[in-house]
C-alpha cells in the first residue's frame, strides 16, 4: 500500500537563497521597488517572480548584467534572457526564479505587483536605507 506524506509547508522554499542574492545584488545597484512573490501555488511555470525598477537604461542594462554575472559566480545560469538596448523591461528566467527588471515607466505601467497580490511576497531581507 502507498503511504501518503503531507508536504511540508513550513519549510524554506528551494529558490530562497537565489532569490536573495538576487535582491542583494540589485540593491547593490540602486534598484528600487524590489519585490518577491512566491508563485508556486497559482502557475507551474515558476516558483518565484522577482522583480526590481531602474531610474535609466544605463541602470537598467547595469541592475540585469549584474544579476547575471553575479548568479553565474555561483553556478546559475538564465535558460533564457530577453532584453534589448533601448527596451525597458528585460527578463532573466532561472527556471524556479523569473526575474523582470523594469525602467520606472515600465513597471508602473504593467503593475506586476499587483497582480500576484494574492501571493505570498517574500521577505527579502533587505537594508531600509
Known amino acids: 500500500m502507498v503511504k501518503l506524506v503531507k508536504k511540508e509547508t513550513n519549510s524554506e522554499p528551494d529558490f530562497l537563497p537565489h532569490v ?3 535582491a542583494d545584488i540589485a540593491q547593490n545597484f540602486k534598484a ?10 497559482f502557475t507551474t511555470m515558476t516558483d518565484c517572480i522577482f522583480m526590481c525598477s531602474a531610474s535609466s537604461a544605463p541602470q537598467l542594462k547595469a541592475i540585469f548584467s549584474g544579476i547575471k554575472d553575479g548568479m553565474k559566480e555561483v553556478g546559475l545560469r538564465p535558460f533564457h534572457s530577453e ?3 533601448g527596451g ?15 525602467k ?3 513597471y508602473d505601467f504593467y503593475d506586476l505587483e499587483d497582480f500576484w497580490a494574492d501571493a505570498k511576497e517574500v ?6 536605507a
Open 20 to 22: 536573495l542574492r538576487i
Open 32 to 41: 528600487k521597488n524590489i519585490h518577491a512573490f512566491d508563485v508556486s501555488e
Open 83 to 85: 532584453g534589448q538596448v
Open 88 to 102: 525597458s523591461w528585460w527578463l532573466l528566467d532561472y527556471d524556479n526564479i523569473f526575474v523582470h527588471v523594469f
Open 104 to 106: 520606472d515607466e515600465a
Open 123 to 128: 521577505n527579502l531581507e533587505l537594508d531600509e
